[in-house]
């Protein structure tokens, strides 16, 4: 099982993605999905989180007011819209399933708790 991220690209400062994470995996709409992101030299932090519902979601202090994850189980896929965005968010951006089972209420925010990872897409703001 992998989970494939797309949508990066080269975007201006101030300027808008939308990034889809997309998988066969059967079961995905009963686990929480999880954004991580990781650039150059650093490093994979976690950006955000929603659970299998959609109702839950949590977000890294950084891109709380900017970034927006949800989901459409119908589709067997998980978004994360990225607004305003500035050069700081330059990274891969990558996501993971919830690796501590399904139904999770309480979102995980370690890479250590995500399992199925994929090779993630590159986001690039420039200044």
């Known amino acids: 099982v992998q989970l494939q991220a797309s949508g990066g690209g080269l975007v201006q400062a101030g300027g808008s993605l939308r990034l889809s994470c997309t998988t066969s995996?059967?079961?995905?709409?009963?686990?929480?999905v999880g954004w991580f992101r990781q650039a150059p030299g650093k490093e994979r932090e976690f950006v955000a989180a929603?659970?299998?519902?959609?109702?839950?979601?949590y977000y890294l202090d950084f891109v709380k007011d900017r970034f927006t994850v949800s989901r459409d189980n119908t589709k067997n896929a998980v978004y994360l819209q990225m607004n305003t965005l500035k050069p700081e968010d330059t990274a891969a951006y990558y996501c993971a399933v919830d690796g501590r089972g399904p139904y999770k209420r309480a979102l995980a925010t370690t890479t250590d708790d995500y399992v199925y990872w994929g090779q993630g897409t590159l986001v690039t703001v420039s200044s």
């Open positions: 929603i659970d299998w519902s959609g109702s839950s979601k």
């Open positions: 995996m059967v079961t995905f709409n009963n686990y929480a």
